[in-house]
């Protein structure tokens, strides 16, 4: 029940008050700046799932380990990295 019900209820209740936080001016911000954005969002897709791959490959993981880098790789920070971002005032 927890994992079905309160965790996706939790997550929805999260990043509904984060995005009650934005104001017109974060998003002219990206739109004067798209190259920051894009730049962030092309590493946070591209070179940080490829810097998890390359480590378990480097340090010869079992597959158990190797899924598990993979998968904090693909997504490192989730939810909680909105948050912290917001809390920084960033």
């Not at 079905?4 to 999260?14: E, F, K, N």
């Not at 946070?44 to 480097?58: I, N």
């Not at 010869?60 to 971002?85: F, H, Q």
């Amino acid at each position: 029940m927890l994992v079905d019900l309160i965790l996706p209820a939790v997550l929805t209740v999260i990043m509904f008050s984060l995005g009650l936080g934005l104001t017109g001016a974060d998003f002219a911000r990206v739109a004067k700046s798209p190259r920051a954005f894009g730049l962030g969002a092309a590493n946070q897709m591209l070179l940080v799932p490829l810097t998890g791959f390359l480590l378990a490959l480097a340090f010869r993981l079992p597959p158990e380990l190797a899924a598990g880098t993979m998968i904090l790789a693909l997504c490192p920070g989730g939810v909680m990295s909105n948050v912290a971002t917001r809390m920084a005032a960033g």
